[in-house]
């Protein structure tokens, strides 16, 4: 089973930057859909955004359009989110998660991959804060 890690999580002022990793072991990574998440207490879990690493397609949530970016870098079995312009609403646990699928394109393309209830794989989870 495949096992993941989340690092990067930080305290940030509104318009700044972070960077998350989610570090992605025990399988290859070309054969998932990887997605990140986020919840904050009281709310359900939120997708923000994800990426079929195969083919590099990618999904965002509209609140995070324009201003995050999904990526897999080449040859590293490593997912990263890219995360702009930050808002207090973008504050929470944020969750990579890995699901196996056959038809990854149709997935991350109908924005199914932003369902939470499709993965069985997450990691710990890392906190981001947004405050001045």
């Known amino acids: 089973q495949v096992q993941l890690v989340e690092s990067g999580g930080d305290l940030v002022q509104p318009g700044g930057s972070l960077r998350l990793s989610c570090a992605v072991s025990g399988d290859r990574l070309d054969i998932y859909v990887i997605g990140w998440f986020r919840q904050v207490p009281g709310k359900e879990r939120e997708g923000v955004s994800c990426?079929?690493?195969?083919?590099?397609?990618?999904y965002y949530t509209k609140s995070v359009e324009g201003r995050f970016i999904i990526s897999r870098a080449k040859g590293e079995n490593t997912v990263y989110l890219q995360m702009n312009s930050l808002k207090h609403e973008d504050k929470g646990v944020h969750y990579c998660a890995a699901d196996f699928v056959l038809d990854p394109m149709y997935r991350v393309g109908s924005g199914l991959c932003m369902r939470s209830d499709r993965y069985l794989s997450w990691g710990q989870g890392t906190q981001v804060t947004v405050s001045s």
């Open positions: 990426i079929s690493p195969k083919d590099g397609l990618t």
